[in-house]
């Protein structure tokens, strides 16, 4: 866990906090929303060059764990995320709607980090990325209109253009990318600097967002601390859960670990970018999916050293 890392969390806070207290200057504020555009694009091809997708046949050399994977990650944790949000949340839509965002997007980084920290199985876990950032490209547009369709905040065209914006074209200009490097020896340079990136991008684009939303999250600060709930509850079930599955499977300590990283870690940056601009004038959907990682980061290192515990006598 090299120096990034471990800083993450406290950047992603002060791109925070940065936002809040500069949004009287009215050139940043101007700004802020191209910054955000922009940025979320580049962190998204940053990401996109750095996934290996023609790995994605590797996940399925342990079939056992990665259909429990799938199976937890995208049938159980939506719905156990929409009844979460429809039993806490259902008073507020735009957070409602963030919250279910957040959890249908399982993390594509930082559940690495805590997966080596709980000495889980990292080969399994960086195989399982592929299919995962796939599959929630394909899923996510499907669950919104699924849950969301009948309500008056989910625009058909604002999906369809953030989809084109932040995935499709950013997803196309990673491959083109990487046919021109192919067998080039400055390949592995370039795709690891991009990826050194990815947070900066990240912070930039947050900073963006709470930057020009900053009126609407101190108006609300009450009704985002309504989070707290449904997000805790779904690290405790799905913990719970995963080490049930676990058990019942006969999986060995390196292979629990990775499948309860892999199926507690949340915030794809997919879905801050979709949220963004598919949920114009609702802007508590993007600041949910923003709020959300602040609470999770914590979770998961508490996580990661539980589970050490668990290692000694599983």
């Not at 009215?26 to 990401?47: D, G, W």
């Not at 676990?246 to 060995?252: E, I, P, Q, T, V």
Request: proline residues 5%; neutral net charge; charged residues 15%.
């Amino acid at each position: 866990m090299d120096l990034i890392e471990k800083l993450e969390p406290a950047l992603i806070f002060g791109s925070v906090i940065l936002g809040l207290m500069l949004h009287d200057i009215e050139f940043l504020r101007s700004i802020s929303p191209s910054l955000i555009t922009i940025f979320l694009a580049l962190m998204l091809f940053a990401l996109f060059l750095d996934v290996p997708l023609n790995d994605i046949r590797n996940s399925f050399r342990n079939i056992k764990f990665t259909s429990t994977s799938l199976i937890i990650n995208f049938i159980w944790t939506p719905l156990f995320g929409y009844f979460l949000g429809n039993l806490f949340l259902n008073g507020n839509l735009d957070l409602f709607i963030g919250f279910v965002m957040l959890i249908l997007t399982p993390c594509t980084d930082w559940y690495l980090v805590f997966t080596k920290m709980s000495k889980g199985n990292l080969p399994l876990s960086l195989s399982i990325l592929p299919l995962n950032l796939v599959l929630q490209l394909v899923l996510l547009p499907v669950y919104l209109l699924l849950f969301f369709s009948s309500s008056n905040s989910l625009e058909l065209v604002n999906l369809a253009d953030s989809l084109i914006t932040f995935i499709v074209l950013p997803f196309i200009a990673s491959l083109i990318v990487k046919y021109i490097l192919k067998d080039k020896p400055i390949k592995d340079k370039i795709t690891s600097g991009f990826s050194s990136l990815q947070l900066p991008f990240l912070c930039i684009a947050i900073f963006g967002l709470f930057n020009t939303e900053a009126k609407s999250l101190i108006s609300n600060l009450d009704q985002i601390g309504v989070l707290f709930i449904p997000v805790i509850l779904f690290f405790i079930v799905n913990f719970i859960l995963d080490y049930v599955v676990s058990r019942r499977l006969k999986f060995n300590y390196e292979d629990y670990a990775s499948l309860t990283l892999t199926t507690l870690a949340r915030n794809s940056p997919l879905a801050l970018a979709i949220a963004i601009s598919s949920f114009t004038n609702h802007e508590l959907v993007a600041i949910a999916l923003v709020v959300g990682p602040l609470i999770e980061l914590p979770v998961l290192y508490i996580v990661s050293r539980v589970l050490l515990r668990i290692r000694e006598d599983y």
